[in-house]
T-cell receptor
Framework: KQEVTQIPAALSVPEGENLVLNCSFT??????LQWFRQDPGKGLTSLLL?????REQTSGRLNASLDKSSGRSTLYIAASQPGDSATYLC?????????????FGTGTQLKVEL | DADVTQTPRNRITKTGKRIMLECSQT?????MYWYRQDPGLGLRLIYY???????NKGEISDGYSVSRQAQAKFSLSLESAIPNQTALYFC???????????????FGPGTRLTVL
């Protein structure tokens, strides 16, 4: 059974700092890995999706990496801003089980302070 | 307007009551999903539907049922609510199209359900 772990559970940083969020998964047989942002009352928003054959994806100040063999992904946020404050979730889509099943981590709650 | 809407947004009910949560989407997607989110457990899949005639159980379907009334509507029912069904419920949609390896899911804003 796939298990996804995110460390740390919470993080507080000053504005402008670069930061890294970590995600690890136990079964490397995956189609892809996604990073989501969750804002209170607004559901989840997909930030980046990395195919199993890819090593990284970039979007603006965000860069996500994937090391499938070691079961790890990182989300790098450059020059953090207060608007980046949210909970960040990673989710993996497995090769087996059907249904486009995503297994989610429990998230990292990020607070960027002025 | 939001592409994926959920009603109600908040609901408080009592043990034993029947509750229906509704999801509507304007994205034209065939695939729809229901998840619940609990503190410390992440999101878990309850049911999913790949088209109007296709309904499948997810990992935690016990105590829940669903109805796919149309391509755009997918409802989740709790036939007899119990306190451990208190959670945040999310609906999601997706459409792989030609990109079957991505099939990004788009989430609604969530329904916060409290069962007393």
């Amino acid at each position: 059974k796939q298990e996804v772990t995110q460390i740390p559970a919470a993080l507080s940083v000053p504005e402008g700092e670069n930061l890294v969020l970590n995600c690890s998964f136990t079964d490397s047989a995956i189609y892809n890995l996604q990073w989501f942002r969750q804002d209170p009352g607004k559901g989840l928003t997909s930030l980046l999706l990395i195919q199993s054959s890819q090593r990284e994806q970039t979007s603006g100040r965000l860069n996500a990496s994937l090391d499938k063999s070691s079961g790890r992904s990182t989300l790098y946020i450059a020059a953090s801003q207060p608007g980046d404050s949210a909970t960040y979730l990673c989710a993996v889509r497995g090769l087996t089980g059907g249904g486009n099943k995503l297994t989610f981590g429990t998230g990292t709650q990020l607070k960027v302070e002025l | 307007d939001a592409d994926v809407t959920q009603t109600p947004r908040n609901r408080i009910t009592k043990t034993g009551k029947r509750i229906m949560l509704e999801c509507s989407q304007t994205k034209g997607h065939d695939r729809m999903y229901w998840y619940r989110q609990d503190p410390g457990l992440g999101l878990r899949l309850i049911y999913y539907s790949f088209d109007v005639k296709d309904i499948n159980k997810g990992e935690i379907s016990d105590g829940y049922s669903v109805s796919r009334q149309a391509q755009a509507k997918f409802s989740l029912s709790l036939e007899s609510a119990i306190p451990n069904q208190t959670a945040l419920y999310f609906c999601a949609t997706s459409d792989p199209g030609l990109a079957k390896d991505t099939d990004t899911q788009y989430f609604g804003p969530g329904t916060r359900l409290t069962v007393l």
